[in-house]
Nanobody
Framework: QVQLVESGGGSVQAGGSLRLSCKVSGHTFSINDVMSWFRQAPGKEREFVATIRWYGSSGFYTDSVKGRFTISKDNAKNTVYLQMNSLKPEDTAVYYC???????????????????WGQGTQVTVSS
């Protein structure tokens, strides 16, 4: 069975950094696969954060995190990362990774298109 497990969340002060990891097991990646990060704050809809093609090289980001967050991957380790710098209180949320297929850039931003999700990891940013 496919498993996506996030780690690396925690509590930091505004301006600090965290790196999230998402380890994928039980899945053989294909040429059309993408990995994405979403987040959900209390009382809010699940929000797209970033995406990258598994066999691509560059990420795509929502405007609110552009220039602060970086999505990357290590194909040999079946792991995708989200480096988060200059964190703001507004970044506080549960962060989820998800696997999808046959999309690119903004076309990957709809959470309803994803069937495989991790359990989530909490990120809390205090002012």
């Amino acid at each position: 069975q496919v498993q996506l497990v996030e780690s690396g969340g925690g509590s930091v002060q505004a301006g600090g950094s965290l790196r999230l990891s998402c380890k994928v097991s039980g899945h053989t990646f294909s040429i059309n696969d993408v990995m994405s990060w979403f987040r959900q704050a209390p009382g809010k809809e699940r929000e797209f954060v970033a995406t990258i093609r598994w066999y691509g090289s560059s990420g795509f980001y929502t405007d609110s995190v552009k220039g602060r967050f970086t999505i990357s991957k290590d194909n040999a380790k079946n792991t995708v990362y989200l480096q988060m710098n200059s964190l703001k209180p507004e970044d506080t949320a549960v962060y989820y990774c998800a696997q999808g297929t046959s999309c690119s850039g903004d076309g990957c931003s709809d959470a309803k298109k994803y069937n495989l999700w991790g359990q989530g990891t909490q990120v809390t940013v205090s002012s």
